[in-house]
């Protein structure tokens, strides 16, 4: 039992050599993962399941704040049970602007803005003339580090319309994964 302890103990304490950005260091993250997406004001909206990926770049201002920005592909969208139309599929650049406290070493959450630009939009096959080019969002979350892994997840509240004309806005929730790359050691 006693080893057992001493193990987990080295191994907390190992965390929080590679738990967060030091002052001035920055990282890149790529990561990836999955969009469950959904619009709201739509009476009959499932949800969508989608990916993202990308890169973020992080810079750490303080013992425990940094602030990231990234390019990230995101799969949105829904899926309707309306006899008129099946699906809603919008791609988006999403252009993620976070800060990040941690909390605990390697456990950080974040909040922020979301500026989104359209790569394509189709109801069903048919290409969607009525999106918006920009979208924006508000993303808040929570992401654990562990030897320069890193699960991220996020909640997008979409501010802006979709459709113009139109009251449908963007919601969901992104898993990624990434692994910070130190670009410097400060």
Excluded: C
Excluded at 6 to 26: P, R
Excluded at 69 to 85: H, I, R, V
């Amino acid at each position: 039992m006693k080893k057992l302890m001493m193990i987990a103990a080295l191994m907390l304490m190992s965390m929080g050599a590679f738990a967060q950005n030091e002052i001035g260091q920055i990282t890149v993250k790529p990561m990836a993962g999955v969009n469950i997406a959904t619009m709201t004001n739509m009476r009959t909206a499932k949800t969508r399941i989608g990916a993202v990926a990308g890169v973020e770049g992080e810079y750490g201002f303080a013992k425990n704040f940094s602030i990231t920005a990234g390019l990230l592909y995101s799969m949105q969208g829904e899926k309707s049970s309306d006899s008129e139309y099946s699906s809603y599929k919008y791609d988006y650049l999403n252009i993620p602007i976070l800060a990040n406290y941690y909390v605990y070493p390697g456990l950080a959450i974040k909040a922020g803005m979301q500026p989104g630009i359209k790569l394509s939009a189709k109801i069903d096959d048919r290409t969607n003339d009525d999106a918006n080019g920009f979208y924006f969002s508000f993303p808040v979350g929570a992401s654990y580090e562990y030897s320069n892994f890193v699960i991220d997840a996020r909640y997008n509240f979409g501010v802006s319309k979709a459709d113009n004309p139109g009251s449908a806005k963007h919601s969901w929730f992104s898993i990624t994964v990434g692994y910070k790359i130190p670009i410097n050691t400060k």
